[in-house]
């Protein structure tokens, strides 16, 4: 479904990723680890179009979306749950929502979409009025996960999810990511909760210094010596 071939990214000297490829099949959750600073969040917003490609191409269904503006790959299907959360938090819940299908029409359908999340998530039904600045690190999450499903994505990218979360909102949230792919959506995540990400995903990259070191299913990485030294800290 999406498939990333030699890309190579730069913020003016720096060279955050230095050729990279990556395929996420449809259906699928692949997650992407690797230290502060490898490149992850790079990654994910060069697929968003946020961050342009120096070198390489970024394919999407078969077709290249590289070089495309950020709206019309969201409305290819790619949506993108941001690190931080980034909720407008001078909005209500609802508004929030709303935002997340801005591009699109269908009124009656986008009605049930809202209905559905907010059933999939009640403390944001309880919340549908109330400012999101002032929800809690765990419903800011919600709604932001919320949010990008209300474009209706093949495509959803999380990008730390689990980050700044209490440890039962942080099991929640990766319950909800993989409910979210058994309904069908596929889902590429950027986790530094390195063995909870590798233990859900179906297959997974690692990431140092903007270069791909390895990959496989989720037991090769977590079976394997460097990963276990260097990332899920055993010896
Ligand atoms: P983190 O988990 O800390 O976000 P990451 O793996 O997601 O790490 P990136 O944020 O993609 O890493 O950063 C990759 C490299 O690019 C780093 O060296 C970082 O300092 C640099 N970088 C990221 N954003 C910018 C920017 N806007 N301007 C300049 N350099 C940047």
Do not use: W
């Amino acid at each position: 479904m999406l498939e990333i071939r030699n890309l190579v990214c730069r913020y003016g000297k720096v060279t955050a990723l230095k050729g990279i490829s990556l395929t996420v099949p449809e259906k699928q959750l692949v997650v992407l680890v690797g230290a502060n600073g490898a490149g992850k969040s790079t990654t994910l917003r060069a697929i968003s179009g946020l961050v342009p490609a120096a070198s390489g191409g970024i394919f999407f269904c078969g077709q290249e979306i590289t070089g495309m503006s950020a709206s019309r790959i969201l409305s290819l299907g790619i949506a993108h749950c941001p690190e931080g959360r980034r909720v407008f938090p001078h909005m209500t819940v609802l508004e929030n929502l709303e935002m997340g299908c801005y591009l699109r029409s269908d009124g009656k359908e986008i009605s049930s979409d809202l209905d559905r999340i907010f059933s999939l998530f009640p403390r944001l039904a309880e919340r549908r009025k109330q400012v999101a600045g002032t929800l809690s690190g765990g419903e800011q999450q919600m709604l932001a996960i919320g949010r990008a499903m209300m474009s209706r994505p093949k495509l959803i990218m999380f990008d730390e999810p689990s980050l700044g979360l209490a440890p039962n909102i942080v099991e929640q949230t990766f319950a909800i990511i993989q409910s979210i792919r058994e309904s069908g959506t596929t889902v590429l995540m950027v986790e530094q909760n390195a063995y909870a990400a590798l233990d859900m995903c179906n297959y997974a990259y690692l990431l140092e210094a903007g270069s791909m070191v390895l990959e496989g299913p989720g037991e090769k990485l977590i079976n394997d010596p460097h990963v276990r030294e260097a990332y899920l800290g055993a010896g």
